[in-house]
């Protein structure tokens, strides 16, 4: 029972952080890709996102999450794996996202950590 509760504490605290954001490890993360139910979101720039990005991803940058909240009112029924560089920009669009009544979870680590399949748009 104590090992149990130990990694349920553990799980926890890796979902929420210190911060309250909700997040998703790459290693859990790369299974999900293909997953109708999950949509990834690159909120770097689209020189970034041409550069390298995970497969079929939409890109909206950080700064202009706001404004384009209804770009995504379709992917409401989903789960929005929210991703960036090292991961600090997605914690941002994630805390606008789910502060709007989307269900968003921050990618740790970013593109830095994904040891998936990548693309290149040049």
Known sequence: MTNYLTLLLFTCINILGCDNS???DSKDAIHLVNNEKY?????????????????NTYCIPVQEISERLSELEEQ???????Y???????????????????????????MNKWDGKT????
């Open 39 to 55: 949509y990834f979101l690159d909120v770097r720039t689209l020189r970034e996102h041409d550069n390298m990005s995970i497969p």
């Open 76 to 82: 409401k029924d989903k789960v929005i794996v929210v």
């Open 84 to 110: 960036c560089r090292s991961g600090n920009r997605s914690n941002k669009a994630t805390k606008i996202l789910n502060d709007n009544g989307f269900n968003a979870v921050n990618l740790i680590g970013g």
């Open 119 to 122: 693309i290149t748009s040049n």
């Open 22 to 24: 909700v997040s998703i």
